[in-house]
C-alpha cells in the first residue's frame, strides 16, 4: 500500500500549514492533531485534507 500525501489545515485560520503522508487503505481515519499555527501565533487544532 502506498503512503498518501496529506496537508494539515487550521480550523481557524485555514491555512495550510504542514504536509505529511499517512498509510492507504480502507480503515485508516482522518487526522487530527494539535500544532502551531504561524499565522495564528497559537496551538490550534489542524485537521487531513487530501493533497494534491
Not at 485555514?14 to 496551538?43: A, D, S
Request: glycine fraction near 12%; aromatic fraction near 6%.
Amino acid at each position: 500500500m502506498p503512503r498518501t500525501p496529506v496537508w494539515l489545515v487550521c480550523e481557524q485560520c485555514e491555512g495550510r500549514n504542514y504536509r505529511t503522508t499517512k498509510k492507504g487503505g480502507e480503515g485508516v481515519g482522518k487526522i487530527e492533531v494539535r500544532k502551531f499555527c504561524p499565522k495564528c501565533r497559537k496551538h490550534t487544532l489542524h485537521k487531513e485534507r487530501k493533497g494534491k
